[in-house]
C-alpha cells in the first residue's frame, strides 16, 4: 500500500473520529464530552450551537447516526455506543444562560444591502438565518403557522420536546433581527420572485402526509385521520381529544408519536398495526421501547384491507396476516398467509405511512427543474443551488423526510452557497475544512485528556413518573442525566479525536508499541495490497470500513500498518515508544462555514500548531 | 494521568486449540523502560505459548535478578513463578523439576544473572542435561544496576560514556555447544518471525534447550557505538536460514523452492524446518562445525543467529537419575516417608557397595 497521506487528506484522521464523521453537522463529539466531563457545560453547549444550532432540541430528540458509529459499539464485551445524545442534552440542561447570551454572534446594524427570502421556518431555514445574519444579510422568514420551528414544533410531541426549549433556541436565531412573516403561505413562488429578494431559500419540508385508499375511506373520514396533520393539529391545540380504541397504521417514528400522543388524549386500547416484522421496523428501537412502555400494543405482520363502516360510522378495520418471505438477503416479500382477515375494532384512525415533500406552490415555469420520479427539485448536492441559480433548496424539501440534524447540514452549506452568489463568487469554490493538531503530551504518563478506560455499561437516561406523564400531553417523559451520571457517561468516550500520530524516521523497530497494544491495532510486517495486509496483521482487518494507516519504508524496509478499527486511544503505544515515534494529538475538525473566523470558539484558541 | 492496561483486547481474539484466548496468556503491564529488548521477548512468549496451546497452569516459570528476571511477571499470568536469588535460578530449577517433572520448566535469565554471578550454576545444569528451556535476554550489560558492561559485552567496545570494555567476552551459545547442550539457537528481541519459532522448538524440546536472545537495553546499551544496539544487531546479523516449527498434530507441507532442507524431529513428533537461505552449510546436529561457524563469524565481526545446534539424543537429568516420574505432589505420605525399615535397607545397599 501506499503510505497514508494525513497531511494533505483532511478526511483520514476525521473518519477515524466515527461519530463527529457519521454526524451529518460533522459536530466535534469528543471535544464537547470532554467539556462535560469537566463541567465546563456553556463551552460544551457553544460548541454544539456552533455545529449543531439546536443542542436542546437535538440532545432530546436527534436520530443520532453518530451512535450506531459509536467506536465504543463495537469493542469486546456487551459494551453499547456512547449516549452522545443525550449527553449533547446535559450541556443545554447545565449551561449558564447569562454566559450563553454574552457568546452569541454580534449582529451588525448596518446591513450589508442584501435580503434573503427563507421560505419555511424549520432547521433548514433557521440555521440559514443564523448562519447570515451574523453577516449583515437582512432575512425575511415566512411560515404558514403561527411560529417558527417547522416539524420541530408542529411533529414532535411536547412530551419529548418541551416547548420552551424550543422557543428558547429558535428565539436566538428570530433575536437576530430575522424579519417574520408567520401565518404566511406562500401561495406562489412566482410572486415571491417579483418581490426582488436578492436569492431565496426553500426549505418548506416534506409535509404532505400520504393516504391509504382502501374500502370505507370515505365513509369513515370524520374518524380516520392523516398522521402529520393530526400531529399538528394537537401541536396547536385544534384537538384536544381522541376515541378509546385507537389503530396507528406504520411503523416509524410518526406511528410512535401518534400512538403515544393518542394515548394522552384518552386512548386506551390503542394499537399500532404494522406490515413488517418488529425487527424491521422503520421507528428507533428508543421510540419502540418507549411505546411500549406506555401500554401501546404493537401487532405486526398485519397489512390494512379495509375500513369497516357501519351507518355512516367508523366501526373497526381489517387486516390480512402476512408474512415475510426472502428471495434475497435484503429483498422482502409479504406474502399473505391467507388465512382469515383480522378485524380490529376501533374509534379513530391514524394514518401514518410516510410523507413527502410537495411544491405546489411553485409555478414549473420559473427554470426550477424536478427529478420526474421523485418530485424533488434537481439540486447540487454540495451547494443546494437548483437549476434556477437564485434559488436554494436543503431540509427535507430538498432530499425527502430525513431528520433535524441533516436540515441543519443542510443549511450551513446553503447558507455559503447564498453568501458566494451575493457576493458574485463562484458558488462551487468551497475552501477545505479547517484543521488542527493539538499535542496531548504533559509529562510522563500524563496526557492533556483521560486516556484510562475501563468497561461500563451504557448510563440510562431516568424517566418521569408514568401516572404523571399520561395525564398531561406536555410532561416530557425523560428527565435527563444529572451531572455524576453525565460525567460517569462522559468517561466512556474513548476520545477518538485524539489520533494516534507516527512518525517514521523515528522509529527505531523495537515493537514495544505492537507488544504493548491492548488490541494488537499495530503491525510491522513487509508490505502488500490492502487485501493482503487486513488478512495477515496481528489482528486480522475484517472490518473494511475502517482504514488501514500504513507508514512509509522503515529502515529494515518494513512497514508499521494500524488498522484503526478497535483502536482505544489509550496511548499505551505512545507510552511505551522510546523515541516519541508514536505521539498522541487531537485533531480538531471544524466544517467550513460562513462564519467561521468569528466563531472560532475559546478552547480552540489554544491550539500548537504541529509543524 | 494514567498508565494502566485497559480491560478490552481485540473482540474477534480467536481461542486456540485448547480453548484459551491471547489473553489468558498475558502478564501485568510491564514497568520495564520502553522499548526494551526484554518486553519484546515477553510478547514473542505470550505470542509463542498462545499458538502451542500450552495449558498456562503447566507452566513454571522461573528467574534470577535483573530487568530480564522481571519479566516473567509481564507474560503467562496465570503460571507458576519463582523469583530466585541472583545468578541461582538453575538450582531452584533443578529442585522444582526433580519434585515434579510434569510441568513445562522456563527459566529466564540476563547477560548478567548467567553470565556472571550465575556462570556456575548455569553450566552445571546444562551438563546435567535439566529438562527446561533456558532464555537469555542479553544486552550486554547490567540493566537492572545502570548499565554496567557485562561478561557478555564485546570486547572492545565503547559503553554509553565511552569507556571501552577491556576484556573477552563469554558467548554463551559457543558454552552451550562445547557442554554439550542439545538445543542451542540465538535469537532478537527485533525479529521475532524468527524468535517465535526458535521458542517453539525449545518449549517442545525434552532436555535443556538453551536460546540466547540479544535484547537492547535501550536506556544504558542503544548509543551508536554499541555492538548491542538495535541498529548494530540488524546492520551485523548473519541468520541461518529460515526456521519453520510444525507441531505434531499438524500436516507437515514441505516448500516446494530448491532450497536445501533440513528436518529435526522432537520428542513429541513435532518437527524443526530449516531452509538454507546463503551458501553456509552446516549440520544442525554437527556442534563442532556449529562451534566453527560461530568463531569464524565473532571473528569477522558478525553476530549468528538462527538454530545452531539441535540434537535429541541425549538424556535428560531424571532419566539419568532414574528419579520418580510422579510429581512428589502426588505421592502419599507412606510413599515419601517409607519409613525407618526402608531407610536401614538403604543404608545397607550402599555399605555392601563400598
Ligand atoms: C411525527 C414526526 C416526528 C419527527 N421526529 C423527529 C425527531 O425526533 N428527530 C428528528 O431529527 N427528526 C424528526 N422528524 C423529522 C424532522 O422534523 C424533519 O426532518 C425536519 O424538521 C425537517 O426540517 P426542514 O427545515 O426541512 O423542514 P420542516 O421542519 O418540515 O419545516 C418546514 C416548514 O415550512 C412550512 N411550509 C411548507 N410549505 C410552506 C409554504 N408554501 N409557505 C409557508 N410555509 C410552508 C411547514 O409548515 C413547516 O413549518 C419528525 C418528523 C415527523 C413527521
Ligand atoms: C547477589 C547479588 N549481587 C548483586 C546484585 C545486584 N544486581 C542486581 S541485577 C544485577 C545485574 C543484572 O544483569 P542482567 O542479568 O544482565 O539483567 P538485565 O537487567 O541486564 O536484564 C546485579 C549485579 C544482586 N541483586 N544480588
Ligand atoms: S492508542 Fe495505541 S496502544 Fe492504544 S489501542 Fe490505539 S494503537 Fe493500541
Ligand atoms: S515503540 Fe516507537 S520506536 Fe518502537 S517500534 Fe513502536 S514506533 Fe517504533
Ligand atoms: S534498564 Fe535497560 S534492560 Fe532494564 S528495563 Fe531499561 S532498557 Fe530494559
Ligand atoms: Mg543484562
Known sequence: MQPTDTRNNPEYFHKVIDCQYACPAHTPVPEYIRLIAAGRYTDAYMLNWESNVFPGILGRTCDRPCEPACRRGRLEGEEEPVAICRLKRVAADYKEMSKIKAQLPHIPSTKNGKTIALVGAGPASLTVARDLAPLGYTLHLYDEFPRGGGMMRSQIPAFRLPESVLDEEVDYILAMGVVSHFNHYVKSLHELMQVGYDAIFIGTGAPQGRDLSLPGRKEGDTRIHIGVNWLASVAFEHITKIGERVVVIGGGNTAMDCCRTARRLGGKDIKVVVRSPFEEMKASPWEKEDALAEDITILNNHNPLEFICRDGSLQAMTFDRVKAVYDEPEKRHLRSTQEAPVEIPCDDVLIAVGQDAAFPWIERHLGIEFDERTQLPIINPDTFQSTQSKIFFGGDAACGPENIITAVAHGHQAAISIDRYCQGEAVSDRLPPHVNLIHQKMGIHEWRYDSEIAPDERYVVPHEEKDTIMHNRKVEVELGFDRQMAYAEAQRCLNCDVQTIFTENRCIECDACMDICPTHCITFTENGTEEDLRGRLKARADNVTQDLYVSAPLKTQRVMVKDEDVCLHCALCAERCPTAAWDMQQYVYQVTKVQRQQFAPDLIAVDHADS | ?354
Not at chain 2, 546435567?128 to 537469555?136: A, G, K, P, Q, W
Not at chain 2, 571501552?164 to 527485533?190: K, M, P, T, W
Not at chain 2, 532442507?261 to 562445525?289: E, M, N, P
Open chain 2, 1 to 354: 494521568m494514567t498508565y494502566h492496561l485497559p480491560a478490552f483486547r481485540h473482540p474477534h481474539s480467536p481461542p486456540n486449540s485448547a480453548g484459551h484466548t491471547y489473553r489468558d496468556y498475558e502478564g501485568v503491564i510491564s514497568t520495564l523502560c520502553a522499548g526494551c529488548g526484554h518486553d519484546s521477548i515477553s510478547a514473542a512468549l505470550v505470542q509463542t505459548c498462545y499458538e502451542l496451546s500450552i495449558e498456562p497452569h503447566q507452566v513454571a516459570k522461573l528467574s534470577g535478578i535483573g530487568c530480564s528476571s522481571k519479566t516473567p511477571n509481564y507474560f503467562l499470568g496465570y503460571s507458576h513463578g519463582f523469583n530466585a536469588v541472583h545468578g541461582r535460578m538453575p538450582s531452584v530449577a533443578t529442585g522444582a523439576n526433580l519434585a515434579n517433572p510434569n510441568l513445562l520448566y522456563l527459566g529466564v535469565s540476563g547477560d548478567g544473572d548467567t553470565a556472571s554471578i550465575g556462570m556456575g550454576q548455569f553450566v552445571h545444569a546444562i551438563r546435567r542435561n535439566l529438562n527446561i528451556t533456558y532464555l537469555v535476554e542479553n544486552n550486554g550489560c547490567y540493566g537492572l544496576t545502570k548499565g554496567q558492561p557485562s561478561a557478555t559485552a564485546d570486547h572492545n567496545s565503547p559503553n554509553k560514556s565511552g569507556e571501552i570494555n577491556e576484556h573477552i567476552s563469554v558467548d554463551l551459545c559457543g558454552l552451550a555447544l562445547q557442554l554439550g547442550c542439545g538445543y542451542v539457537a540465538r535469537g532478537f528481541s527485533g525479529d521475532k518471525k524468527q524468535l517465535i519459532p526458535l521458542l517453539k522448538g525449545a518449549l517442545t524440546y525434552k532436555g535443556f534447550a538453551f536460546v540466547d536472545i540479544l535484547s537492547p537495553c535501550v536506556t544504558f546499551n542503544n548509543h551508536a557505538e554499541s555492538s548491542k544496539s538495535y541498529d548494530h544487531i540488524r546492520a551485523h546479523a548473519v541468520m541461518m536460514g529460515e526456521l519453520d516449527f510444525v507441531p505434531a498434530y499438524e500436516e507437515i507441507v514441505v516448500e516446494s523452492a530448491p532450497r536445501k532442507v533440513q528436518r529435526v524431529q522432537l520428542h513429541d513428533g513435532s518437527s524443526v524446518f530449516l531452509y538454507k537461505t546463503g551458501d553456509d552449510d552446516i549440520d544442525l546436529s554437527d556442534a563442532t562445525a556449529a562451534l566453527n561457524f560461530l568463531r569464524t563469524h565473532i571473528d569477522s565481526g558478525h553476530i549468528t543467529t538462527g538454530l545452531l545446534h539441535c540434537n535429541g539424543a541425549g538424556l535428560e537429568l531424571h532419566q539419568t537419575l532414574n528419579t520418580s516420574e510422579t510429581a512428589f505432589n502426588q505421592l502419599s505420605e507412606k510413599e515419601l516417608c517409607p519409613g525407618n525399615q526402608v531407610l536401614q535397607q538403604i543404608n545397607h545397599s550402599l555399605s555392601v557397595i563400598r
